[in-house]
């Protein structure tokens, strides 16, 4: 158990008990908060420690180090994003509604987890050297693939063509919600709309062999 101050009417503050996992999950929230706002490098182990009202020891105990504290952070909000997109693309339904589902899930933990975005858009934990959102995508992408590859056979493409679209498609997603990140305009449902507009009834006009005007 861990002590936290709290007011008592009539008299001085006293200590309240936090249990471990409250104290777990408090600094997590604390971290995730200044590392979106400074970065791994730009916050200390003081500033965490100062916002939680504990001593530096007891991040020490919890984390090992400000490095374990971010890596926490980052596999935490790593977990939901990709929980979340899972999950749309998990249901039966047709193609292009998986897709909409998709991008809504990613649009949503953007308004709903704006720190937590950013910090998987910033640095590397150690874990994932390439990079959090990178790890991220290309598990989203494969599901996309597994997900499409029976109406890319419908249509004549091979399987190394529905891997290079669905990479497109992740990718296209992905680009439009760290856009999307500082405009927060238009709406998610209108952005996630547009979003498949262009997929969508660009994947019916398809060629099997695109060649480029341009060297025509």
Not at 157 to 168: E, I, L, N, R, V
């Amino acid at each position: 158990m861990e002590d936290g101050r709290e007011p008592r009417p009539g008299g001085p503050a006293v200590r309240s008990r936090m249990t471990g996992p409250q104290r777990r999950a408090q600094l997590i929230g604390i971290g995730r908060a200044l590392f979106a706002s400074k970065g791994l490098d730009g916050t200390t182990i003081e500033e965490v420690a100062a916002a939680a009202g504990v001593s530096k020891p007891v991040i020490y105990e919890h984390f090992g180090s400000k490095e374990g504290l971010y890596r926490q952070v980052v596999e935490t909000e790593f977990h939901i994003l990709l929980d979340s997109i899972t999950a749309a693309l998990s249901t039966e339904a047709k193609p292009r509604v998986l897709v909409e589902r998709a991008a809504l899930a990613l649009l949503g933990y953007i308004e709903e987890r704006t720190e937590g975005f950013r910090i998987l858009m910033r640095d590397a934990p150690p874990s994932q050297p390439e990079g959090a959102f990178s790890t991220l995508l290309s598990h989203v992408t494969a599901r996309v693939e597994h997900l499409l590859s029976d109406e890319f056979a419908r249509r004549g493409f091979s399987a190394a063509d529905g891997a290079m679209y669905a990479q497109m498609l992740v990718g296209m997603v992905a680009m439009t919600g760290q856009w999307w990140l500082d405009s927060r305009e238009p709406d998610k449902r209108a952005v996630a709309a547009h979003l498949v507009n262009l997929a969508w009834n660009g994947l019916t006009g398809l060629q099997k062999e695109p060649e480029l005007r341009s060297e025509s």
